[in-house]
T-cell receptor
Framework: AQSVTQLDSQVPVFEEAPVELRCNYSSSVSVYLFWYVQYPNQGLQLLLKYLSGSTLVKGINGFEAEFNKSQTSFHLRKPSVHISDTAEYFCAVSRAQGAQKLVFGQGTRLTINP | DTEVTQTPKHLVMGMTNKKSLKCEQHMGHRAMYWYKQKAKKPPELMFVYSYEKLSINESVPSRFSPECPNSSLLNLHLHALQPEDSALYLC??????????????FGPGTRLTVT
């Protein structure tokens, strides 16, 4: 089975500062990795995904993530955040083979302060 | 069109009521999902349909009954719910159930309150 650990439940950051949201996963088989964002009272929006190939993945809204197989990590980064990035961020994993059941981490609440 | 729509946005129902949640997508996706999300928690998978057939049931109580009338529509029928079933119910769809085409697109959710 797969599992995901998001190491920080809350991350406060000042506007225009860089941010890193940490995600570690556990799996005995090959996986796909995802970061989703959820704004208040909304559904989930895919930020970026790693399926294969280049370990540095670029997504929407200036976010990027790096897949590190040896450290089983998939940390999300943004060089300069905006107030509008305030949201809940979920890291998720699924098996690369077979039915895709997303397993989510507990989420990280990113709060941007002016 | 990369949108998954859900109706209603909000629903308040008593424990003896019967109601339905509706989800629709027009992306030609063949897999559709229902998730339940409690406050400050991640989504939990409930059901998965693939090619209009129930593929995964995560041991959900029978008071929740899914239905997939066609490839674009997914319903969730609710009956005799409990207050602890109050949550945000999210629908998602993906091109396929497995492999690289399985990226899931989520709808905005239905906020359900059981009184």
């Amino acid at each position: 089975a797969q599992s995901v650990t998001q190491l920080d439940s809350q991350v406060p950051v000042f506007e225009e500062a860089p941010v890193e949201l940490r995600c570690n996963y556990s799996s005995s088989v090959s996986v796909y990795l995802f970061w989703y964002v959820q704004y208040p009272n909304q559904g989930l929006q895919l930020l970026l995904k790693y399926l294969s190939g280049s370990t540095l993945v670029k997504g929407i809204n200036g976010f990027e993530a790096e897949f590190n197989k040896s450290q089983t990590s998939f940390h999300l980064r943004k060089p300069s955040v905006h107030i509008s990035d305030t949201a809940e961020y979920f890291c998720a994993v699924s098996r690369a083979q077979g039915a895709q059941k997303l397993v989510f981490g507990q989420g990280t609440r990113l709060t941007i302060n002016p | 069109d990369t949108e998954v729509t859900q109706t209603p946005k909000h629903l308040v129902m008593g424990m003896t009521n019967k109601k339905s949640l509706k989800c629709e997508q027009h992306m030609g996706h063949r897999a559709m999902y229902w998730y339940k999300q409690k406050a400050k928690k991640p989504p939990e998978l409930m059901f998965v349909y693939s090619y209009e057939k129930l593929s995964i049931n995560e041991s959900v109580p029978s008071r929740f009954s899914p239905e997939c009338p066609n490839s674009s529509l997914l319903n969730l029928h609710l009956h005799a719910l409990q207050p602890e079933d109050s949550a945000l119910y999210l629908c998602a769809s993906s091109q396929e159930l497995a492999g690289a085409g399985a990226e899931q697109y989520f709808g905005p959710g239905t906020r359900l309150t059981v009184t």
